[in-house]
Nanobody, 114 residues
């Protein structure tokens, strides 16, 4: 059974930093591409960042230069380091992977105050 468990969200002032974690189980993590998405009420879920099994990273333009995705295959964990946070970054952040079907975590709330 695939499980993705996010942690690390919270309340931070604009300009601050947070680091999200997503612990994965039930998949061959080292072979899996991992994504972070985010969603605010009334809006579609938005893709944020991706890291391939080989460590290649891609970012949405809205977070490029501020967020960094990384992975630790020994810990089956993917991270999202978020710096220079803005109020517009406020959202529930979700971890995602795909193996025959989409798998999502339960999400972690990030709130950035102005």
């Amino acid at each position: 059974q695939v499980q993705l468990v996010e942690s690390g969200g919270g309340l931070v002032q604009a300009g601050g930093s947070l680091k999200l974690s997503c612990a994965a189980s039930g998949i061959d993590f080292s072979l899996s591409t991992m994504d972070w998405y985010r969603q605010t009420p009334g809006k579609q879920r938005e893709w944020v960042a991706r890291i391939s099994s080989g460590g290649i990273t891609n970012y949405a333009d809205s977070v490029k230069g501020r967020f960094t995705i990384s992975r630790d295959n020994a810990k089956n964990t993917v991270y999202l380091q978020m710096n220079s946070l803005k109020p517009d970054d406020t959202a529930v952040y979700y971890c995602h992977t795909y193996f025959r079907v989409d798998y999502w975590g339960q999400g972690t709330q990030v709130t950035v105050s102005s």
